[in-house]
T-cell receptor, first 117, second 113 residues
């Protein structure tokens, strides 16, 4: 089945530094990828939708200059948290849509636990 | 706009008992509905999905869900709970096209020995 690889699985960084999270579709082409954020004991909140070769579409309230999304190829999307602060600490999950799977072809990465100290 | 409501943030059952996790949806277009399971510090695993075919959908690990348009519901059931079923469960909805999934608030399932 479709597999999405997300790296790193966890990262600790110092306040003010930037962190890049990668999301790769391993056996299918993902024309659309989604980035979610999940706070402890809460649901997933959509941050942005990225389409290959075009600018990401950010949800209301998400700072596009802080959360940089790049979807340069059909198999790779990256999320860069710039100038990270402790309030950015969270669990980030990517999802890729397999257009060839018809409706309902969503696959999730294993998530990245970001801790900013 | 589409949304899902999960009734009950916590559900506790005994091992071997019936599992029933409730999900109601709201959608202005024919919905596609999903149930996912999440174990601590992990991503989401698809249990089952409804994409306008059979209204009774069978998934992995013995779970199933029934789409009831008249009740706008998509409840998840399993006849006999196992200890390994203890996890967080999310109901989600999507419309057509390349839209993202919208998730419910989640239900934490506890299984008592």
């Amino acid at each position: 089945g479709a597999v999405v690889s997300q790296h790193p699985s966890w990262v600790i960084c110092k306040s003010g530094t930037s962190v890049k999270i990668e999301c790769r579709s391993l056996d299918f082409q993902a024309t659309t990828m989604f980035w979610y954020r999940q706070f402890p004991k809460q649901s997933l909140m959509l941050m942005a939708t990225s389409n290959e070769g075009s600018k990401a579409t950010y949800e209301q309230g998400v700072e596009k200059d802080k959360f940089l999304i790049n979807h340069a190829s059909l198999t790779l999307s990256t999320l860069t948290v710039t100038s990270a602060h402790p309030e950015d600490s969270s669990f980030y999950i990517c999802s890729a849509r397999d257009g060839g799977a018809g409706e309902g072809g969503y696959t999730f990465g294993s998530g990245t636990r970001l801790t900013v100290v | 706009a589409q949304s899902v409501t999960q009734l009950g943030s916590h559900v506790s059952v005994s091992e071997g008992a019936l599992v029933l996790l409730r999900c109601n949806y709201s959608s202005s277009v024919p919905p596609y509905l999903f149930w996912y399971v999440q174990y601590p510090n992990q991503g989401l695993q698809l249990l089952l999905k409804y994409t306008s075919a059979a209204t009774l959908v069978k998934g992995i690990n013995g779970f199933e869900a029934e789409f009831k348009k008249s009740e706008t519901s998509f409840h998840l059931t399993k006849p006999s709970a196992h200890m390994s079923d203890a996890a967080e469960y999310f109901c989600a909805v999507s419309g057509t096209g390349r839209r993202a999934l919208t998730f419910g608030s989640g239900t934490r399932l506890q299984v008592q020995p």
